[in-house]
């Protein structure tokens, strides 16, 4: 399963410097170029990811932990990524102001994603607390 890998990166490196080329000719084009494999990329990627939700689901439940738990691991791991990329995005086009504001709205969305695991935490240790 791990082979695709280096062929998404042979893709990547080679896009890079077919944009960095393009970009001295065409600006947009380079642009389209650039988005065009994000998109395949990422689509082909998220392609591949259901063998692995279902196996963390199995694991999952093996362990006696409830599905919440599950949505709350794949909404962190999806504004992980959607926000590095983003970042990443606003700082190749000189913009780190924007980057900054970008990276500190995804660690607040994980903040309030993570907040019902944080409570079901707590209600545990209170819980045993009370022993």
Not at 77 to 83: A, E, S
Request: glycine share 6%; proline share 2%.
């Amino acid at each position: 399963m791990t082979e695709w890998i280096f062929g998404i990166l042979c893709l990547c490196i080679f896009t890079t410097i077919l944009c960095k080329v393009s970009e001295h000719y065409n600006k947009e084009f380079s642009l389209y170029i650039a988005i065009s494999v994000i998109l395949v990329v990422s689509g082909f990627v998220f392609l591949t990811l259901s063998p692995i939700s279902d196996l963390i689901e199995e694991l999952f439940t093996r362990a006696g932990l409830s599905n919440n738990f599950i949505i709350i691991l794949f909404k962190s791991v999806g504004i992980c990524y959607i926000t590095e990329l983003s970042s990443e995005i606003c700082k190749d086009n000189g913009q780190g102001a924007i980057s900054v504001i970008a990276e500190l709205s995804g660690k607040i969305a994980l903040i309030i994603v993570s907040l019902p695991l944080t409570k079901s935490i707590i209600d545990i240790i209170t819980d045993l607390s009370a022993y």
